[in-house]
């Protein structure tokens, strides 16, 4: 938590300093407490001053690997009232979810894996626009792949932009 911390101080100092409307907001991202439930991830970011969030949004489940499969938002089963539940706790602990994360490798040479790995974006990409985050940070597809250009059409129809490493970082 010290590393926590210390982020959450220099967040503070920088906004005193040179924060304008609109700046850079200092957030983490939710995999790193797998433990806690999203209210206590929350309730994290706000006891040490942070403004936002990262949630991770894996499909539940077993890990495979180090921060996958922690799902601090269940997107099967997100609807309208539990999303504005999460809206409202987010709003009265003053922290906004900055993205939706989910990063598998949707090239998975195993197309059964591939197949399902698409799905799950896709219904991060459903229930980021549901709850009115916008973004999601998806595992990059490559520049001329199909893959990509299926996600970012279906993301495109609600007007969000994703994020990934570093393909498809910052569009709109």
């Not at 499969?69 to 999460?86: C, S, Y």
């Not at 520049?143 to 393909?167: A, E, H, K, W």
């Amino acid at each position: 938590m010290i590393s926590l911390r210390f982020a959450a101080q220099f967040d503070e100092y920088y906004s005193i300093l040179y924060k304008k409307e609109g700046d850079m907001k200092l957030g983490f991202v939710s995999a790193i407490v797998p433990e806690l439930s999203f209210e206590e991830v929350i309730d994290l970011a706000a006891a040490y001053g942070y403004s936002c969030v990262e949630i991770c949004c894996w499909p539940l489940g077993k890990a495979e690997r180090r921060y996958a499969g922690v799902t601090h938002i269940d997107v099967e089963t997100l609807d309208g009232k539990k999303a504005g539940e999460i809206k409202n706790y987010c709003q009265t602990k003053g922290v906004e979810i900055s993205a939706l994360g989910y990063y598998p490798n949707p090239l998975d040479p195993d197309e059964e894996k591939s197949r399902f790995f698409i799905s799950h974006i896709m219904k991060v990409i459903d229930a980021s626009a549901l709850l009115g985050v916008n973004r999601v940070t998806p595992l990059s597809a490559g520049t001329g792949s199909n893959l990509l250009r299926r996600i970012l059409n279906f993301s495109g129809r609600y007007g969000q932009g994703l994020s990934g490493m570093p393909v498809i970082r910052g569009l709109k």
